[in-house]
């Protein structure tokens, strides 16, 4: 089944861009929406944003201007950007596969998560 | 931003139910909205439960069920087990500006 796995730097520095992977094996990137959700320790979640397949974006309006979030269909991998972090930054990133279809919405699977902290 | 608030905690007998509530700031919910459910337990990442108001996904339990309670998205736990102690969020869907997880409510099972 579809597995997908996140990577990158575990310590950010503040005012610099944090850089997150999520490589897709078990089925093709193609056709589906791929999203980003964080959460802060101890806190709840925060959709980020999602793109097609096709490169079309959705971000949360509030963290619009810091986000870019992109696609490599031939290497079956989505990433994550997000700009001039603060310390607010600091959460557990997770990367997620969305349904969006005349069959319903929904998100699965889901990585396992990975702990990024802004610090200097 | 539009807030999307639930219950912050309830407690819950085994064998009882308990219903959590979803409600927006931006009006009513309805099926356009297509809530999601989701468990979460310490240290895993969410298990998505229900999606668009009232689908179950396989791994679903019968338990578990969604629907609309007045202006609110609901989930209802039926004869609630000890392992269902966790912390629930819904995820509603606003078009353009995407979707908005909601506070979350931490169910404890006593």
């Known amino acids: 089944q579809v597995q997908l796995q996140e990577s990158g730097p575990g310590l950010v520095k503040p005012s610099e861009t944090l850089p997150l992977t999520c490589t897709v094996s078990g089925g093709s990137i193609s056709d589906y929406y791929w999203s980003w959700i964080r959460q802060p320790p101890g806190k709840g979640l925060e959709w980020i944003g999602y793109?097609?397949?096709?490169?079309?974006?959705t971000y949360n309006p509030s963290l619009k201007s810091r986000v870019t979030i992109s696609v490599d269909t031939s290497n079956n991998h989505f990433s994550l950007r997000l700009s001039t972090v603060t310390s607010a930054d600091t959460a557990v990133y997770y990367c997620?596969?969305?349904?969006?279809?005349?069959?319903?919405?929904?998100?699965?699977?889901w990585g396992e998560g990975t702990l990024v902290t802004v610090s200097s | 931003q539009t807030v999307v608030t639930q219950e912050p905690s309830l407690t819950v007998s085994p064998g009882g139910t308990v219903t959590l509530t979803c409600a927006s700031s931006a009006g009513a919910v309805t099926s356009a909205y297509y809530p999601n459910w989701f468990q979460q337990k310490p240290g895993q990442p969410p298990r998505a439960l229900i999606y668009?108001?009232?689908n179950k996904h396989s791994w679903t339990p019968g338990r578990f069920s969604g629907s609309l309670l007045g202006d609110k998205a609901a989930l209802t736990l039926s004869n609630v087990q000890p392992e269902d102690e966790a912390d629930y969020y819904c995820l509603l869907y606003y078009g353009g500006a995407g979707w908005v997880f909601g506070t979350g409510t931490k169910v404890t099972v006593l």
């Open positions: 668009s108001t009232t």
């Open positions: 793109i097609y397949s096709s490169g079309i974006t």
């Open positions: 997620a596969r969305a349904v969006i279809g005349d069959k319903g919405n929904w998100f699965d699977p």
